[in-house]
């Protein structure tokens, strides 16, 4: 069993410097740095990945804040001023990956880019920094599991318990779950980025995404299913009445998305990219 040391790296009179700040900071640039190097691989100037960075930041923020909050409403119905508190916690990835895409779309209306190209050099980048900025639910001691007694389980101080869990000390990491499946993703659509460059797979630009959808969201409905602290439809949680789980309900729906996708593509028959990777 472990511990978590706490959310802060250190405080120096009224500044502050959180780990899940630094981990968010650590996980855009290495972002940044994995998809500028993809994108000179399919003939995307990096200098429009740098454009696009702090827009796609922004929107994947706003997207994620107002997918909680609309989920939420009953705890900001009456202090519609917190509704800005972000800084409280309350942000949700399926809402950043809407608010993400939605500029990403945009962005490539304005400057004239392919938006599909672009947004598979995009992808593992995301899955990468999905599985930094997991870390950041170990140090708030938060986003975990059920009870248990495994040997990786994680001590929850007592204030950070369910109530209906108050006298369970360890619990489930599902932080640590989530990170390590979106690693394992980041390293299988890097894969077939690199099969497809060396054009040993025909892949269409879109499939990359889609590949996300689908293998991102397989892991996250099993993983939801453990988390105590899901986002429910009609009730609170831990147990969301019937079993509904808007993770799971939208990880169904970006998996058949996501198939669909695939299913479309590779059924058009388009030829095999040129060795650059980019698909006509």
Do not use: K
Not at 46 to 66: E, F, K, Q, S, W
Not at 90 to 113: M, N, P, S, Y
Not at 159 to 170: C, G, K, L
Not at 260 to 266: I, K, P, Q, V
């Amino acid at each position: 069993m472990f511990t978590s040391p706490g959310p802060l790296v250190f405080q120096l009179g009224p500044v502050s410097i959180r780990w899940y700040g630094l981990l968010i900071a650590m996980a855009v640039l290495l972002g940044l740095l994995l998809a500028s190097w993809l994108g000179r691989r399919r003939g995307i100037d990096p200098a429009l990945i740098a454009d696009l960075l702090p827009l796609l930041v922004l929107g994947a923020v706003v997207g994620a804040r107002i997918y909680y909050v609309a989920l939420e409403w009953r705890q900001y119905q009456d202090d519609w001023r917190g509704v800005f508190a972000i800084w409280r916690g309350g942000i949700a990835i399926h809402g950043a990956l809407i608010g993400g895409t939605l500029v990403t779309i945009l962005f490539c209306r304005w400057r004239r880019q392919p938006f599909w190209a672009l947004l598979d050099v995009l992808v593992p980048a995301v899955a990468l920094g999905q599985a930094i900025g997991r870390w950041g639910n170990f140090f708030n001691s938060e986003a975990f599991g059920l009870p248990t007694n495994l040997p990786w389980a994680l001590t929850i101080p007592m204030a950070n318990r369910p109530a209906q869990f108050i006298e369970q000390a360890s619990f489930h990491p599902t932080f640590l779950y989530e990170s390590l499946w979106n690693l394992g993703v980041c390293a299988l659509l890097l894969l077939l980025f690199r099969l497809g460059s060396q054009g040993r797979l025909r892949l269409p630009a879109g499939a990359l995404s889609c590949t996300y959808l689908m293998a991102y969201s397989a892991g996250r409905f099993w993983i939801e299913g453990l988390r105590l602290d899901p986002l429910c439809l009609f009730s609170q949680p831990p147990f969301c009445a019937g079993g509904l789980r808007m993770a799971q309900l939208m990880s169904l729906l970006l998996i058949l998305l996501g198939g669909a996708g695939l299913l479309w593509l590779y059924r058009i028959r388009r030829p095999l990219p040129d060795p650059s990777g980019v698909s006509p």
